[in-house]
């Protein structure tokens, strides 16, 4: 890698450029007890970043002011807000286009409202992060966290990782700018969390040290030609791609959107390498497995432990990455299961139908419970359902004390 | 009764700052070595519009997030909580466990005698503060009533040290805090009522022993056993 020759040198905000690897897992860590957002910006101030774009939108505005604090320290090469998420969402193609590392946090309407520019970064290889602290998209309005809105990256071409905690959240900021800046990936990540759950809580995070960061990126490791003065922007929109009907336009096209797709596959031995595997399981050989995302995963912790209060064995299987889609590796945790539970944040269910299109027997699955619009999840619900599932009789949760 | 894990539900009102008193106290409990967790729950920001947090205080690593649906302990920091139903749940202490504790800033009783009854059948214990009082006294701002909050829970069940409280609020004031800008303004309102930030960190401090041993003198009056096991 052409950027390990500056390992041992100092950036721009005098803090040594150091080799990723070793930095996400050797150097000391220390803990701190932060809220989620804090946690971005601890993050992003050791992912020598060049460009952040900001527009407010609760969840994730405390996150994007935190990193206009640390624009203000010197850690950012430049910060500004753009006009709308739209806005933001194609100024952050401009300065990838232009050779800069960008970072940039939306959430729910931000994120459906760029929604066009998401498959244009993943069409034009621009390995941009984007944190997705998920929220409410509907009508009526909702700020509270609701994972909707993650279904609707699915298709962009972007590689799509779901944190769980905010520990989650800083390790794979720093190490989804080594897997989607990869050669053969250079594809956009959205970064998933459930908002409030995971920016609002304050939890105990282990940092690695303030002094280290990320060697720069290195735009001449791109797939596709970098926008220079030999290359000015204009050639990466040229009217043979756009404006032609004929036959190179159609075959353009077509092999193109299939290599999008096919670097989004690349990209699974380098999150297997980072992430330690696409998916976590906890428990393999119980019959009764909870398959979630996000924070649905923790809540699915919690109910693990109160089921075994009652002589009932549950597994866990985390799944970190959406895209690319751990096909096999769910294939296999689930192999023996004969109960499938899958918690969502969302009223459709998504994650539930992908897995249902993925592994034999699909109705071992049950799509469950659901909650949206922000409401919570408490552990003693999904206990309940699975219970109910089971053909348990379970404490009736209605009244709620009254 | 010790618990492995004690789960707090503070129910106010937007400004009255319910979601820095969970944020401090489970930096405290933190700080004393359990684990805990703490979160917000509110709407778009408006001041006086219902606003929750929840801190979660235990013995072992804690997953569980969001709205707390099933508290032990229910402080609420205003009587429109209770009165205008200014709450995420009804009635307001839907939800709490048996032998629990609501505590509520009020300086007249609130609760119906249908309420007051279904209490009784859970044996949860009610503590009333007149907690804006305390904080206009000893901090000389009602903009500490949140302290008195702390306070209360803290000598009640004793899951954080003084100590720990003492560097939590030092650690939340005593340096540049960025949040929204709801809360960047009411930070700024509070360091005008005092001269010094000095001042400030003293003064809510104070609060937060005050309501500690009322609180304290209270559960010890009426047998009141709640508590966190050790870390």
Partial sequence: MATQSLVGTKNRSGQVVTDPWKMMHEAERSPCFFTGSEVIKEAIRRANCDVMIAYPITPQSEAAALIGELFAEGFIGDYFRGESEFAVMSQCAGAAFGGARVFTTTAGPGTMRAMENFPMWAGARLPIQMIVTCRGINSPLSIQPDTLEISYLLNTGMLVWHAETAQDFYDWILKGYMVSEEPDVHLPLALCCDGFFVTHTKDVVNLTPADMCLPPYDPYRSPVPCMDMECPPVRMMRDPFVMKSNYISYATHASWQQEVWAAVERSRKHAIRWLDGLIEVDRPDAEILIVSSGTAVSQGREAQALLEEDGIEVGIVKVKTLRPWPEEEIRQATKNAKHIIVPEFNVTGWLAKEIRATIPDADRVYAGPHVCGGMTMPPEVIAADIKKHLGIKAESLAGRGS | ?231
């Avoid at chain 2, 489970?26 to 979160?39: P, V």
């Avoid at chain 2, 032990?72 to 205003?78: A, G, L, R, S, Y």
């Avoid at chain 2, 209490?119 to 701002?141: M, P, R, S």
């Avoid at chain 2, 306070?151 to 939340?172: D, H, M, Y």
């Fill in chain 2, 1 to 231: 009764m010790i618990k492995r894990r004690l789960n707090i539900r503070m129910s106010g009102l937007g400004g009255q700052g319910a979601v820095t008193a969970a944020h401090v106290l489970a930096m405290a409990a933190s700080r004393d070595g359990k684990f805990a967790i703490s979160n917000p729950f509110f709407g778009a920001e408006k001041r006086m519009a219902p606003a929750e947090s929840y801190c979660r205080i235990g013995v072992s690593r804690i997953y569980d997030r969001g709205e707390l649906v099933f508290p032990d302990v229910i402080e609420v920091f205003h009587p429109q909580v209770i009165t205008m139903g200014k709450s995420y749940t009804m009635p307001f202490y839907s939800g709490i466990k048996e032998n629990g504790v609501v505590v509520i800033n009020s300086d007249v009783p609130l609760l119906s005698d249908e309420d007051v009854q279904r209490l009784k059948d859970l044996n949860v214990a009610v503590f009333y503060i007149k907690g804006t009082q305390v904080a206009l006294e000893v901090a000389g701002t009602e903009l500490s009533t949140n302290m008195t909050m702390i306070g209360s829970v803290a000598g009640i069940t004793k899951c954080v040290s003084l100590e720990a409280l003492e560097g939590a609020l030092q650690e939340r004031f005593g340096k540049k805090f960025v949040a929204s800008g709801g809360t960047a303004t009411l930070d700024e309102a509070i360091k005008k009522k005092f001269a010094k930030k000095e001042m400030l960190l003293k003064k809510n401090l104070e609060t937060v022993v005050r309501s500690y041993e009322m609180a304290s003198e209270w559960a010890e009056k009426n047998n009141v056993e709640l508590a966190v096991a050790a870390a």
